[in-house]
């Protein structure tokens, strides 16, 4: 269903501070620090998989407005929010690879995994592989149903035309949005303190609430 796995970077690993050959008490604590390094690491790389997914939805969705409706201003939108979060995307992706962080990638139409897995060493690096993999399962398993999630509302909305399918195409995205726009002021709060993320996130929040304001007016113009 998915395309995803962790990218072990030099930049991760090089926070953790000591590798193999430490003494006994040494390694120990080298692994924890390294566990949480890893855990901070995994809780950034989960919280960008989550932006990337919002801007493969509404891009998905939009092109299915483009399809099913036949409303010039609802198609106007549509090639709005396909702009809009693909550039989002492209930035985020940029942002991203800057970090080491490798971001889940989704086929929304078919499906598809691959993993990919490095071997490194070390009782610090051994302890950012434990911090990674916390909670990784239950993640993976939570990223599954959120796609299968999305499936069901395509699908639902892929059956609708006409007056019938803007309504329900604007009240998805009016969710979806709004969905983004608490995540990015959750991300702004947790790491205000990564300069380049901030500042991604901060010309992110205005395009969201632009998104809520447009989809707000439409529903409003269609009418009960």
Known sequence: MRMRR????????A???LGAGCAHDEAK??????EQVGEAFAHKVRFADQLSL?????ITLAHLALQRSDNPEVRRFAQELIRDHQRNQE?????????ALSLATVELSTEALSTD???IGGAGTEGALEGLEKGEKKYNKQYDKQVEKFYEKRDALAGLSGREFDKAFLEQVTDD???????VEEGLDEYRDDTTLAVFLGRTAPVLSGHL????LLKGYLGD
């Open 6 to 13: 962790w990218l072990w970077s030099a930049g991760l690993l």
């Open 15 to 17: 926070g953790v501070g």
């Open 29 to 34: 604590q080298a692994r924890h620090r390294g």
């Open 54 to 58: 919002l801007n493969q939805e509404q």
């Open 91 to 99: 930035e985020l992706e940029t942002l991203a690879e800057s970090k």
């Open 117 to 119: 897995e490095l071997a």
């Open 177 to 183: 949005q709004d969905r983004a726009k608490e995540l």
């Open 213 to 216: 304001q447009r989809a707000e």
